[in-house]
């Protein structure tokens, strides 16, 4: 594995913005709701609103100023133009993929450096929030096969999706649990049953 100390800096760069925006959707997972530190959703009464997070809402809020920073640095010096996507993840994808050179190699050598080492922390700082104990959540874009009940007593499909929690210290592959109901799972010997009927569980972000 290359040191990335070894790297050009708009290489190190353009990487700590690019996993900045791919953790931005946790981030949002857990500002909508209470988790425990094992990443599993703190359950509410029914039609009550799950607190938000202030302090997960204090990261993203810094996350999202530091980038529009970024934003009108760009169109102040450069011809770069936003891109369709406007949203903060859209925003760093777009800088890491075209313009990161412009920081990297600024003029102002002390601007340079403290973009970089923004970047950086602004990473660190995500993955921390994102994954207080190191928990990941994988979503497996798996319908859930149970059903819900409405008020009515009328039973219908779930409207859930599974996911699993990849927890670093549990070697076993995880239930698979849906996002509608986490009374809703899937044990991996039900998955193996399910897919011998046709449903198909694509496992790659578990067993990577």
Known sequence: MRDPRDEHPSITTARHLRMTAELWPELEDRLGGASS????????????????????????HQIQD?????CRTLMDETDWKPPAELDTPGLLRDIARWRVGHFTEHQDEALAQA???DAEEHHALALRTARPSGVRRIPLHVPCQE??????????????????????????????????????????????????????????????
Not at 43 to 57: F, Y
Not at 66 to 70: I, P, R, Y
Not at 184 to 203: E, S
């Open 115 to 117: 973009i970089i080492d």
């Open 37 to 60: 530190d094992e990443g599993e959703k703190i359950r509410t009464q029914p039609g009550s609103k799950p607190p938000i997070d202030t302090h997960v809402a204090d990261v993203m």
């Open 66 to 70: 530091w980038t529009v920073f970024l």
């Open 147 to 208: 059903h819900a009940t409405t008020d009515q007593g009328e039973q219908v499909p779930c409207a859930g999706e599974y996911y699993a929690l990849l927890k670093p210290w549990e070697s076993t592959i995880p239930d698979m649990i849906c996002s509608a109901d986490d009374q809703h799972r899937m044990t991996p010997l039900m998955w193996q049953r399910a897919q011998k009927r046709g449903l198909n569980i694509d496992l790659t972000g578990l067993t990577a």
